[in-house]
C-alpha cells in the first residue's frame, strides 16, 4: 500500500481526534448564554455526522469566542487533543482486528500510528494506562477490547484544570456531554478506518 494512503489514513484518525476536541469545547460554548438557545442534541447531530469534518459545528452559527470558552481556550487545554490524538493511535491494533478482509502488516500499522505520533501524542504522567503496545498484546492473546470512556479525561480536568475542576452546572454539564460524546465518536472514527483497512488487499 502506498505511504500517500497510509497518511490518509493517519489524517482521518487526526481529524477525528480534532472533531471530538472542538465538540467538548462547542458543548462549553453553548452551556454559557447560549445554553437555552441551543439544543445539546445538535451538537452531537451535526458532529456524528461526519466525525473527521472539525469545522462542522461552524454550521450552527456558533463560534468558539476565547472570550466564552475561559479555560478551554488557553493554550494549556490544547494538551487534551493530544492525548486524545494519542488515545485513537493507540486502538489501531483492534481496528485492524475488526478489518477481517484486510491484508495491512504489521509495519503498515506501525507507520500510521507513527505518522499520528509525529503530529502529536501526550499522555501527562501516564495518565492513559493503555498503550499501543499493551492494545497489541490484547488483541494477540483475543482479548476483548476495553471500552473507550472518559477516565482520563475526568483525571486530566481534576489534576490539571483549574476552573473547570469546580463544582457547577456548567462543568458538570460539559462532562456528562463528553461520557457520551467519547464513545459514539471512537465508534464512529472505528467504523471508517476499519473500511479503509479492508480495501487493502
Known amino acids: 500500500m502506498p505511504n500517500d494512503n497510509l497518511n490518509e489514513i493517519a489524517d482521518m484518525i487526526d481529524n477525528g481526534a480534532t472533531a471530538l476536541f472542538n465538540a467538548i469545547k462547542y458543548c462549553y460554548r453553548i452551556s454559557a448564554d447560549d445554553f437555552y438557545n441551543i439544543n445539546v442534541k445538535d451538537i452531537f447531530k451535526v458532529g456524528l455526522s461526519n466525525v473527521t469534518d472539525y469545522d462542522a459545528f461552524k454550521h ?7 472570550g466564552k470558552l475561559g479555560e478551554m481556550g488557553t493554550d494549556s487545554f490544547n494538551e487534551v487533543l493530544s492525548v486524545i490524538r ?5 486502538r489501531l491494533p483492534f481496528m485492524r482486528r475488526y478489518a477481517v478482509e484486510s491484508q495491512l502488516k504489521d509495519n503498515q500499522l506501525h507507520r500510521i500510528y507513527g505518522i499520528l505520533e ?3 501524542f501526550a499522555n501527562p504522567d ?3 494506562e ?7 498484546w490484547l488483541v494477540k492473546t483475543k482479548k476483548n477490547e476495553p471500552p473507550f470512556d472518559t477516565e482520563w479525561f475526568r ?9 473547570l475542576a469546580a463544582i457547577n452546572n456548567r462543568n458538570l454539564f460539559v462532562l456528562g456531554c463528553a461520557d457520551a460524546l467519547f464513545p459514539l465518536y471512537y465508534a464512529a472514527l472505528q467504523e471508517l478506518v476499519v473500511k479503509e483497512f479492508n480495501k487493502i488487499k
Open 155 to 163: 483525571c486530566w480536568i481534576y489534576t490539571y484544570g483549574h476552573e
Open 118 to 120: 509525529d503530529y502529536g
Open 130 to 136: 493503555d498503550s499501543f503496545k499493551s492494545m497489541a
Open 126 to 128: 501516564g495518565i492513559v
Open 86 to 90: 494519542y488515545c485513537f493511535a493507540i
Open 60 to 66: 450552527l452559527g456558533i463560534t468558539l469566542d476565547k
